[in-house]
């Protein structure tokens, strides 16, 4: 059932719009959830700003993805997340809406923000009682941490938070790791190809563990890809470039089933909407995939 508390975007913050007219909850099946939080990290980053870069930017994409389009299946837009409060308050706003997407049976993407809120949104799954699923995690920093700096909700330690939940995680592109990191990838049984595999081979399919589940959410957060393509505050070099990015999801869709994402910690630059227009475009290349694999 939705969940009576939440409300749709205005007509003028609609994922592609104003060319697709908002349809009602239920008869879309992906559900964009905007999400402008900002830690402690980057609060003076204008990441509190990219769901709606990213959101505006969408205006201008063709609804045919090259392949597919997706929008027929409905594409519904909610009001943003209101980020005000704690940041464990906040967590617990985006871990109710995810949830009661999840709910419907609909497929959740959130736009971040902070990577911080990935942990809300897997939470989300689990307090819907999705059952036997695994993170599949992009980026260019383990974010294993227990704490940073005694912030256990930093996100350097969204996905030691994730683990912690017993949620298996297998990690992509990473470059950038501690040796707390390492030690917690064998404590938790975490498998990954990082990027100095990936990219010095010009990967661009993996195969998933025989023992992961096949039903998995992607967590993708922008600095995974390499900064040719996004510069952001965590940006390393050495990382994913956007082809591999999107021929990496579509071998993981083709071996598991995709039930959510999200995109985090993209940050606009002022006076360059390009990475704004290639934010939106990303997101709907994987809803593309994810229609093509689903549906």
Same mark, same amino acid.
């Given at each position: 059932?939705?969940?009576?508390?939440?409300?749709? @975007?205005?007509?003028?913050? /609609?994922? *592609?719009?104003?060319?697709?007219?908002?349809?009602?909850?239920? &008869?879309?099946? +992906?559900?964009?959830?905007?999400?402008?939080?900002?830690?402690?990290?980057?609060?003076?980053s204008?990441? @509190?700003?990219?769901?709606?870069?990213?959101?505006?930017?969408?205006?201008?994409?063709?609804?045919?993805?090259? %392949?597919?389009?997706?929008?027929?299946?409905?594409?519904?837009?909610? @009001?943003? !997340? $209101?980020?005000k409060?704690?940041?464990?308050?906040?967590?617990?706003?985006?871990?109710?809406? !995810?949830?009661?997407?999840?709910?419907?049976? =609909? +497929?959740?993407?959130?736009?971040?923000?902070?990577?911080?809120?990935?942990?809300?949104?897997?939470?989300?799954?689990? $307090?819907?009682?999705?059952?036997n699923?695994?993170?599949?995690?992009?980026?260019?920093?383990?974010?294993?941490?227990?704490?940073?700096?005694?912030?256990?909700?930093?996100?350097?330690?969204?996905?030691? %938070?994730?683990?912690?939940e017993?949620?298996?995680?297998? #990690?992509?592109?990473? %470059?950038?790791?501690s040796?707390?990191?390492? &030690?917690?990838? %064998?404590?938790?049984?975490?498998?990954?190809?990082d990027?100095? +595999?990936?990219?010095?081979?010009?990967?661009? =399919?993996?195969?998933?563990?025989?023992?992961?589940?096949?039903?998995?959410?992607?967590?993708?957060?922008?600095?995974?890809? &390499?900064?040719?393509?996004?510069p952001?505050?965590?940006?390393?070099?050495?990382?994913?470039?956007?082809? #591999?990015?999107?021929?990496?999801?579509?071998?993981?869709? #083709?071996?598991a089933?995709?039930?959510?994402? $999200?995109?985090?910690?993209?940050?606009?630059?002022?006076?360059?909407?390009?990475?704004?227009? @290639?934010?939106?475009? *990303? /997101?709907?290349?994987?809803?593309?995939i994810?229609?093509?694999?689903?549906l």
């Open positions: 059932m939705p969940n009576p508390k939440q409300k749709a @975007a205005s007509a003028s913050a /609609v994922f *592609l719009g104003p060319t697709l007219k908002q349809p009602k909850p239920s &008869d879309a099946f +992906f559900h964009i959830l905007p999400i402008p939080f900002v830690g402690e990290r980057f609060n003076k204008a990441m @509190a700003s990219a769901p709606e870069a990213i959101i505006q930017a969408s205006s201008t994409l063709d609804h045919w993805d090259g %392949r597919s389009i997706p929008a027929k299946h409905g594409v519904y837009t909610h @009001a943003a !997340v $209101d980020c409060g704690t940041t464990e308050k906040v967590l617990a706003k985006i871990t109710s809406e !995810v949830s009661s997407i999840m709910k419907m049976e =609909k +497929f959740p993407i959130g736009l971040g923000g902070d990577g911080i809120v990935s942990y809300a949104m897997v939470k989300g799954l689990l $307090d819907a009682g999705v059952e699923f695994g993170v599949i995690h992009i980026d260019a920093q383990a974010d294993l941490r227990e704490e940073d700096n005694g912030n256990l909700w930093s996100e350097a330690c969204v996905m030691k %938070r994730i683990v912690d017993d949620v298996p995680l297998f #990690q992509l592109g990473v %470059r950038s790791i040796k707390e990191e390492v &030690d917690a990838r %064998r404590v938790y049984g975490v498998k990954f190809y990027a100095d +595999f990936l990219v010095s081979r010009n990967v661009t =399919k993996v195969e998933l563990p025989s023992e992961f589940p096949d039903t998995v959410f992607l967590s993708i957060d922008i600095d995974g890809f &390499d900064p040719s393509v996004f952001t505050p965590g940006a390393v070099p050495g990382g994913l470039g956007w082809v #591999q990015v999107l021929m990496l999801i579509e071998s993981i869709a #083709q071996q089933n995709i039930i959510g994402f $999200d995109l985090t910690e993209f940050n606009p630059l002022p006076g360059q909407p390009y990475y704004d227009n @290639a934010a939106a475009l *990303l /997101v709907y290349k994987i809803m593309g994810v229609e093509r694999t689903r």
